[in-house]
């Protein structure tokens, strides 16, 4: 059993690397874009 620490960590470790994935999502959209120009 994970202990309530443990949970939160890794919990904000997943918020933090959804948004890692979300930010490069975007950032590769703009390229897209831009190139299409």
């Given at each position: 059993?994970?202990?309530?620490?443990?949970?939160?960590?890794?919990?904000?470790?997943?918020q933090?690397?959804?948004?890692?994935?979300?930010?490069?999502?975007?950032?590769?959209?703009?390229?897209?874009?831009?190139?299409?120009e």
């Amino acid at each position: 059993m994970m202990n309530e620490e443990d949970t939160e960590t890794s919990n904000a470790n997943y918020q933090k690397y959804k948004k890692t994935i979300e930010d490069d999502g975007l950032i590769e959209q703009v390229v897209q874009e831009t190139k299409d120009e």
